[in-house]
Nanobody, 126 residues
């Protein structure tokens, strides 16, 4: 599975942003998908995940209530939309996919995912 993120950029605090993750080599509907982010000097952090069917989602506490994750099978793309961005959201955002096998919504560590994109930079100015 090849994953390519896009949609990052420089925004102001309070703005919204939608990130895209285009997949090739496999259908996004065949994999649980997740978004992670990594700020300078920090470890890669789980942001959101979506199940195979798209019927279940999970978010890190700091993103709850202002973030959605969705998938479009026709476009073979997964999206992450974040509202009310703050400087604390500044990071490189990565899309990840889990290969076939056991997966539950508790899987929120980078080691739980097998395929990664190259990341897209999101910078939020105050």
């Amino acid at each position: 599975v090849q994953l390519v993120e896009s949609g990052g950029g420089l925004v102001q605090a309070g703005d919204s942003l939608r990130l895209s993750c285009a997949a090739s080599g496999s259908a996004v509907n065949a994999h649980p998908m997740a978004w992670f982010r990594q700020a300078p000097g920090k470890e890669r952090e789980f942001v959101a995940a979506i199940s195979w069917s798209g019927g279940s989602t999970r978010f890190v506490d700091s993103a709850k209530g202002r973030t959605t994750i969705s998938r479009d099978g026709a476009k073979n793309t997964v999206y992450l939309r974040m509202n009310n961005l703050s400087p604390g959201d500044t990071a490189i955002y990565y899309c990840a996919a889990k290969s076939a096998g056991l997966w539950t919504m508790t899987y929120d560590a980078p080691k739980d995912y097998d395929y990664w994109g190259q990341g897209t930079q999101v910078t939020v100015s105050s």
